[in-house]
Nanobody, 124 residues
Framework: QVQLVESGGGLVQAGGSLRLSCTTS????????MGWFRQAPGKEREFVAA????????KSTDSVKGRFTISRDNAKNMVYLQMASLKPEDTAVYYC?????????????????WGQGTQVTVSS
């Protein structure tokens, strides 16, 4: 069982920035594709960004392109989501997820392990 722990959430004003981090003690971290999803109150959990095992390929949803950047440090077993120009509609619980395999998927069902989530609140 891969355990994922997110951190870095909080309250920020619109236009501000936050960096989310996700860590695991999993020894084979570099063998997992990593993703970030978010869930706003009353809404389905949605894809935000994902990164390949090496970090060479990333995908993100259109609403965050140009504002959010996903990255990873395999030596530290860390994946990050740098968020800039935050908007009130970015308010959600953000979840880190991991999947075995090579493909960088954007659908929730493709991910095998999930963190507990970290709250991001953007005030207007």
């Amino acid at each position: 069982q891969v355990q994922l722990v997110e951190s870095g959430g909080g309250l920020v004003q619109a236009g501000g920035s936050l960096r989310l981090s996700c860590t695991t003690s999993e020894r084979t971290f570099s063998s997992y594709v990593m993703g970030w999803f978010r869930q706003a109150p009353g809404k389905e959990r949605e894809f935000v960004a994902a990164i390949s095992r090496s970090g060479g390929t990333t995908k993100s949803t259109d609403s965050v392109k140009g504002r959010f950047t996903i990255s990873r440090d395999n030596a530290k077993n860390m994946v990050y989501l740098q968020m800039a120009s935050l908007k009130p509609e970015d308010t959600a619980v953000y979840y880190c997820a991991a999947r075995r395999g090579q493909e960088v998927h954007t659908t929730r069902r493709e991910y095998d392990y999930w963190g507990q989530g970290t709250q991001v609140t953007v005030s207007s």
